[in-house]
């Protein structure tokens, strides 16, 4: 069943597609070549595979993830060799890099053939330009990708996105939509979009609430505890720790779940000096936020910062993790069971990892 319910007037439709509306003939016969196996790529190609698609990933010679790959008994081919073998060719390596590994690619795309991502930058912003005869889609699953493969080994789904940006045999969204299907999303519901709406409010939503927004509103207000002379601890259980218990309450029933869980005492607290802390200019700061992602402003920043090997993220990266609240979290965390377990059980990125994702690893 798809649902319509596009009774907005911002000119974006949102219509959801669940398993029924896919029709898996438009992949079961394909071979989709993912490139690049990390956190999405490992998730596509197993979720595939076990679906019954034909997979090969994408990988350079000497590249870590290869054994892992292999380990995961799928079949290994070099990014040149897996997209010319293939109908469906899954960008799956770090954005920063997808647009020299679309050029070392793009002879192998026939016409006829499927670009996919998972992100829109390097289309949205015109780092990859593709062929005019190929399919340009975009399947996001929105979830990490350890999320995307555990749901669907637990017969469960993961919501996610779907978008066309060029349809140039006429079968585009179809396909897209038996994608969806195959690596589990349409079990959770996909929302269609566009390559601009999906690359726009992920930018924004990142830099002014998720990412950036939260964690400058947790190092203000543990500053403003510290420096008033309350203990670094207290300070750090207040602003940061208790933050993930109002944040599940808010992911189970939205904020009136929140409100209705805490004290009186802490919703009129809340309801009455909310809005001034995050107040107008906080207002006006988040459309110049969403300006400067809609006019190509940050993008081009962000190219030009790792063209220069950026300078100023690497500077960015040590002021915060200098910062007193990651010491004395550090210290707080490794003194509660909770804390290792936790640790030991999340997926969360090793260095190694890490550095895999960025691009930066002379051996991939
Ligand atoms: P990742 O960093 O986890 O994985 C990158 C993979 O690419 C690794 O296998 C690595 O070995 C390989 N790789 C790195 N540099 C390479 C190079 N120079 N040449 C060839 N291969 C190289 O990436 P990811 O987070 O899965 O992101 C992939 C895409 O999925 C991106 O477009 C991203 O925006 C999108 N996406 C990610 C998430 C997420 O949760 N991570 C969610 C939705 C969409
Ligand atoms: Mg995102």
Redesign the pocket.
């Known amino acids: 069943m798809t649902d319509d319910t596009d009774d907005t007037d911002d000119g974006f439709d949102t219509t959801v597609h669940y398993d029924e509306d896919a029709d898996r003939s438009y992949i079961d016969d394909k071979t989709v070549a993912v490139?690049?196996?990390?956190?999405?790529?490992h998730a596509h190609a197993q979720n595939l595979s076990e679906s019954g698609v034909d997979v090969v990933v994408g990988?350079?010679e000497g590249?870590?993830?290869r054994d892992a790959a292999e380990a995961d008994g799928l079949r290994v081919a070099t990014?040149v060799e897996a997209a010319s073998e293939a109908d469906i060719v899954s960008?799956?390596?770090?954005?920063t890099?997808?647009p020299?590994?679309f050029e070392a690619v793009r002879e192998e795309l026939d016409a006829g053939d499927t670009l996919q991502?998972?992100?829109g930058?390097n289309i949205h912003y015109n780092q990859i330009r593709p062929p005019e005869d190929v399919d340009v889609t975009m399947v996001?699953?929105?979830?990490?990708?350890h999320l995307v493969r555990r749901n669907y080994e637990a017969d469960q789904g993961t919501p996610g996105l779907l978008a066309v940006y060029q349809d140039a045999s006429g079968d585009a969204r179809e396909e897209g939509l038996a994608y969806a299907h195959a690596i589990g999303c349409t079990r959770a519901g996909v929302i269609e979009t566009t390559f601009r709406e999906e690359t726009e409010t992920d930018l924004f939503g990142e830099q002014a609430v998720l990412c950036g927004g939260v964690t400058s509103l947790v190092k203000q207000g543990y500053e403003t505890l510290v420096e008033a002379g309350y203990s670094r601890e207290m300070a750090y259980f207040e602003v940061l720790n208790e933050l993930k218990l109002i944040v599940d309450l808010m992911y189970e029933g939205g904020l009136g779940g929140m409100w209705d869980s805490v004290s009186d005492t802490a919703e009129y607290g809340g309801l009455v000096r909310g809005d001034e802390i995050v107040d107008e200019h906080a207002r006006e700061n988040m459309e110049e936020v969403l300006e400067a992602v809609q006019n190509g402003t940050f993008a081009r920043e962000w190219i030009a910062e790792n063209q220069a090997g950026r300078p100023s993220y690497t500077q960015l990266r040590t002021a915060e993790k200098n910062h007193d609240i990651e010491d004395v979290g550090e210290d707080l965390r490794s003194l509660f069971a909770w804390g290792e377990d936790e640790a030991s059980e999340s997926e969360s990125e090793s260095d190694e990892?890490e550095q895999?994702?960025?691009?930066m690893?002379a051996d991939?």
């Open positions: 490139l690049g196996y990390g956190s999405q790529g990988l350079r590249s870590s993830s990014p960008m799956l390596v770090p954005d890099v997808q020299d590994v991502f998972a992100h930058f996001a699953p929105k979830s990490p990708g990892e895999e994702r960025t691009g690893r991939d």
